[in-house]
């Protein structure tokens, strides 16, 4: 009888993972070190290199202190940084995002001329450099869209002269990505790559980032401008809307919880996609791994191969360095 049933056998799957090799050649879902991108704080001063509290191995740098840190990425064969900077200073219209003479433009230019090859993607938002620390400048205690967007248009214009190859507006303001289009164009700027937050959640996992990039709300949340976590089909107004407006690339933001948008999305949508595996979800990963619940190495593994799998072709990850070195490893 137990012969007869297994002569009925249709198909043995058993047969394709027997072996650690067999199971290599024929997997469907691959990462590279070519797909991440790492994000990278940029502080004022010099000779700082600061740990970021929340974020075990993550790190702040002075702009003279880049040089180093990039080096040990590209030798991990990690081909582009995502940029965030921290100002000395802040006021109400976060002059520092648009500054010639900002950090970020600063650290641009610095590593411009050391890396050539290397995609330098920097972040366009006013939160970081507002006194407030919401992402556009306020009408009373409203964010004012409209007012914002040739703030952001000028963050964006100072970063591409400074040899940024990508600008990526990231304070989820109606007409963002048209605007800053615009700027580019109208400065001869138009080879310069526009990568949208298209999708950004008003998320409970940012906030290890906002204790990073000093960028905490003073007053209320940013669920005005922000993405509902629950709408889906809102999410993909936002990623057309983007697209219309001339993005080059989309992004979905945060990964984890929103797999789900994320395939969406790569099903509706033909441009490249950029997935970010935030500081929350980053962060809480470190914790359980530092306290014996998780086996760090595997659950990395596991979560960016998922974030992958829905349909990323570009992700976000604190876990960058960590997960090129196990790469070349042969995780």
């Given amino acids: 009888m137990l012969e007869q049933q297994k002569l009925r056998l249709e198909s043995r799957g058993r047969r394709l993972r027997r072996t650690d090799a067999i199971r290599r050649i024929l997997n469907e879902t691959r990462l590279h070190t070519d797909m991440l991108v790492a994000p990278v704080f940029v502080i004022e001063g010099t000779g700082l290199v600061e740990d970021v509290e929340g974020m075990p191995g993550v790190s702040r740098y002075t702009v003279d202190r880049l040089p180093a840190y990039l080096e040990r990425l590209t030798g991990l064969g990690i081909r582009s940084v995502l940029l965030f900077?921290?100002?000395?200073?802040?006021?109400?219209?976060?002059?520092?995002?648009?500054?010639?003479?900002?950090?970020?433009?600063?650290?641009?230019?610095?590593?411009?001329?050391?890396?050539?090859?290397?995609?330098?993607?920097?972040?366009?938002?006013?939160?970081?450099?507002?006194?407030?620390?919401?992402?556009?400048?306020?009408?009373?205690?409203?964010?004012?869209?409209?007012?914002?967007?040739?703030?952001l248009a000028r963050a964006a214009l100072e970063y591409a002269k400074a040899g940024a190859d990508v600008v990526a507006p990231s304070a989820m303001m109606d007409g963002q990505v048209l605007a800053i289009r615009a700027g580019l164009e109208e400065a001869g700027l138009d080879d310069t790559i526009v990568m949208g937050?298209?999708?950004?959640?008003?998320?409970?996992?940012?906030?290890?980032?906002?204790?990073?990039?000093?960028?905490?709300?003073?007053?209320?949340?940013?669920?005005?401008?922000?993405?509902?976590?629950?709408?889906?089909?809102?999410?993909?107004?936002?990623?057309?809307?983007?697209v219309k407006e001339g993005a080059d690339i989309v992004m979905v933001k945060p990964a984890l919880a929103y797999l789900d948008v994320i395939s969406r999305?790569?099903?509706?949508?033909?441009?490249?996609?950029?997935?970010?595996?935030?500081?929350?979800?980053?962060?809480?990963?470190?914790?359980?791994?530092?306290?014996?619940?998780?086996?760090?190495?595997?659950?990395?593994q596991e979560i960016l191969t998922g974030i992958r799998r829905a349909g990323s072709d570009l992700i976000i990850t604190y876990f960058a360095e960590e997960a090129a070195r196990w790469l070349k490893e042969g995780w």
Avoid at 91 to 119: C, H, M, N, W
Avoid at 216 to 239: H, K, L, T
């Fill in 197 to 242: 937050y298209s999708a950004k959640h008003a998320s409970a996992f940012y906030k290890p980032f906002r204790s990073a990039a000093g960028s905490a709300p003073s007053f209320g949340d940013r669920r005005s401008y922000q993405m509902q976590p629950e709408n889906v089909r809102e999410a993909m107004r936002e990623i057309e809307q983007d």
């Fill in 85 to 151: 900077g921290v100002p000395a200073a802040k006021d109400d219209s976060g002059t520092g995002a648009y500054s010639k003479d900002g950090v970020i433009p600063r650290a641009i230019r610095s590593l411009r001329s050391s890396f050539q090859e290397l995609v330098i993607m920097a972040d366009v938002c006013l939160c970081e450099y507002t006194s407030h620390g919401h992402c556009g400048v306020l009408s009373g205690k409203i964010v004012d869209n409209d007012r914002t967007l040739p703030l």
């Fill in 265 to 300: 999305a790569r099903k509706r949508f033909d441009l490249p996609l950029a997935a970010y595996n935030v500081s929350g979800e980053y962060s809480m990963v470190k914790a359980a791994a530092q306290n014996g619940w998780l086996d760090e190495k595997a659950a990395v």
